[in-house]
């Protein structure tokens, strides 16, 4: 168990419509980084908040958003859905800048 | 700029013979660098990690790799593949902050009977 809390485990919704997806990070961890996993673009890196500042975007679309709260959970809100969004949407946290990202078990997202 | 690239997408060995997945780094830094196992519908999973501190490092379930600084090599190991091996295997490149962490695309092993 790798500490990281991802709900709703899976996740099926129309396309143009909006889910939120959540975590929660491990205890003590300031990081939270957010991942998408599908079979064309593999994992593909989508933001970064760090004690609820964001610090890197990656590959993330206009239509996805994300914040950390005080309490360092985070929230991913993807809005106006295609059937593309499809995927495994991935949180993990670490402690600090140079230690190793634990993940949770993911989200599944179909978008039909 | 830093990018990994991981030199094999499928990687097929018979049970109780050698692994090696092959990982090469570019990185303007003293990386991070690690090693994270994916097994079906699963979260990634940390296997090994380097930081500088040796060069072999071993990581768990009996992997291991070497960081090669003159060939920018971080190859994955194991002296016999089990069957519970079989997963997808990501090397990871992490400059100091770790604020730039970069995946490799994945090396699929399949362990055959």
């Known amino acids: 168990d790798s500490g990281v809390t991802q709900t709703p485990k899976h996740l099926i919704t129309a396309t143009g419509q909006r889910v939120t997806l959540r975590c929660s990070p491990r205890?003590?961890?300031?990081?939270v980084y957010w991942y998408q996993q599908s079979l064309d673009q593999g994992l593909q890196f989508l933001i970064h908040?760090?004690?609820?500042?964001?610090?890197a975007k990656g590959n993330i679309l206009e239509r996805f958003s994300a914040q950390q709260f005080p309490d360092l959970h985070s929230e991913l809100n993807l809005s106006s859905l295609e059937l593309g969004d499809s995927a495994l949407y991935f949180c993990?946290?670490?402690?600090?800048?140079?230690?190793?990202?634990?993940f949770g078990n993911g989200t599944r997202l179909t978008v039909t | 700029a830093q990018s990994v690239t991981q030199l094999d997408s499928h990687v097929s060995v018979s049970e109780g013979t050698p692994v090696l997945l092959r990982c090469n780094y570019s990185?303007?830094?003293?990386?991070?660098l690690f090693w994270y196992v994916q097994h079906p519908n699963k979260g990634l999973q940390l296997l090994l990690k380097?930081?500088?501190?040796?060069?072999l490092v071993k990581g768990i379930n009996g992997f291991e790799a070497e960081f090669k600084k003159s060939e920018t090599s971080f190859h994955l190991t194991k002296p016999s593949a089990h069957m519970s091996d079989a997963a997808e295997y990501f090397c990871?490149?992490?400059?100091?902050?770790?604020?730039?962490?970069?995946f490799g695309a994945g090396t699929r092993l399949f362990v055959k009977a």
């Open positions: 205890s003590g961890d300031l990081s």
């Open positions: 908040y760090y004690n609820g500042e964001e610090r």
């Open positions: 990185s303007s830094y003293s990386p991070s």
């Open positions: 990871v490149v992490s400059n100091t902050g770790g604020f730039k962490t970069i």
């Open positions: 993990a946290s670490s402690a600090t800048g140079e230690s190793p990202l634990h």
């Open positions: 380097y930081t500088s501190a040796a060069t």
